[in-house]
């Protein structure tokens, strides 16, 4: 497959992944896609209880039979930043609670999909009107003009009686509608919410099918899990990495760009060494250095401070041994996130690098 064909190929994966609709603790709509594309690829595919999709590929060569002890486990969350509904009131309208690490700015107003238990409702998180004095706004009364989620509603334009008949409730899951989901190209970018972490999946995926096509052999098995609720507490990551094999875990992530890190918006991958649960294990961090490096790029590293991962979480609580992070860089996270056209491919090529490595390094 070309260059070309590749990128487009990625990209019309990744806008179906961002299509999928995915908030913390009912991911299903992307894990149907994890599942399909895994299944392409891996010995095994499954879902376990927690609602994790899992692909395997098994060790090859002669030291298969004791590959369960090194086994890597690569992780990226299918969960992407939504809202959740506290209660419903007035006429037809919600307040909501964050759910993830999202503020007011990163989606504004906009259109929303209520994830009723009977029906999707739509509806358009709000602010209210801004021509307005004090004797109707408390907007007007903040000195900064900064935002929180107290400010915000939702109007659905419905009676409560509908929204109870659709399964509308407290609990109820909010994510930003279809309108706001494209991605959009611009220059040598790409853009769109939830890069984070639907385009660390395509860089899974691609990794594990070209992984399926080499002959080369390797004495590990490597585990790709497609985590449920990272954006929350990380429970996905900590139940797979107590059930799966293995010592290692490396988490696929987005690497915030910023001056205070020394990291910029190109194609090489960012490989932090901390963040705010902790410090990654040194030498897995600087075998991804390496293999970065073997695959002709630059890494970018970093101590990140106000950042964590799966990985992360497991390793300050003692559920891995050791851990790293590999990361795509990319502008605006958590908001309307834009990534480099080509970044994708050389994060692949640079976990595929990696994974190919024996434990020893070679």
Request: net charge negative; charged share 25%; glycine share 8%.
């Amino acid at each position: 497959m070309s260059v070309e064909t590749r990128a487009a190929h990625d990209q019309q994966l990744l806008q179906e992944l961002i299509n999928a609709r995915g908030p913390a603790g009912a991911e299903g709509e992307v894990a149907a896609l994890c599942k399909r594309e895994l299944s392409r690829s891996c010995d095994a595919v499954w879902q376990d209880v927690a609602g994790n999709v899992i692909g395997l590929i098994r060790a090859r060569g002669p030291a298969a039979q004791h590959a369960q002890r090194p086994a890597v486990r690569v992780m990226a969350h299918m969960d992407e930043i939504a809202l959740i509904v506290k209660r419903v009131y007035g006429d037809g309208q919600l307040r909501i609670v964050k759910l993830g690490g999202l503020r007011p700015m990163s989606f504004g107003q906009c259109p929303v999909d209520i994830l009723g238990d009977h029906a999707t409702v739509r509806g358009v998180l709000a602010i209210g009107s801004l021509h307005v004095t004090k004797e109707t706004a408390a907007l007007t009364q903040r000195g900064d003009g900064a935002l929180d989620w107290d400010d915000m509603f939702i109007t659905t334009r419905l009676s409560n009686e509908a929204l109870e008949a659709a399964g509308v409730h407290a609990g109820s899951r909010v994510v930003i509608g279809p309108y706001m989901r494209r991605l959009f190209p611009f220059a040598d970018c790409i853009s769109g919410h939830f890069m984070d972490d639907r385009a660390l999946l395509v860089v899974g995926f691609q990794t594990m099918q070209a992984l399926a096509q080499s002959d080369d052999p390797r004495d590990h098995d490597v585990y790709f899990v497609c985590t449920v609720k990272e954006e929350v507490t990380n429970s996905g990551a900590h139940y797979a990495a107590r059930q799966l094999p293995g010592e290692d875990v490396i988490a696929l992530e987005v690497g915030p760009v910023a001056a205070e890190y020394d990291t910029v918006l190109d194609a090489n991958p960012i490989i932090p060494y901390g963040d705010m649960k902790g410090f990654y294990s040194k030498d897995l961090a600087d075998a991804l250095k390496a293999a970065a490096e073997a695959e002709g790029l630059k890494p970018q590293l970093a101590l990140f401070e106000n950042f964590a991962s799966d990985a992360s979480a497991l390793l300050s609580i003692g559920n891995a041994g050791r851990g790293a992070a590999l990361c795509i860089a990319t502008q605006n996270t958590h908001g309307f996130e834009i990534i480099r056209k080509d970044a994708i491919d050389s994060c692949s090529r640079t976990l595929l690098r990696f994974l190919r490595r024996n434990p020893d390094g070679a």
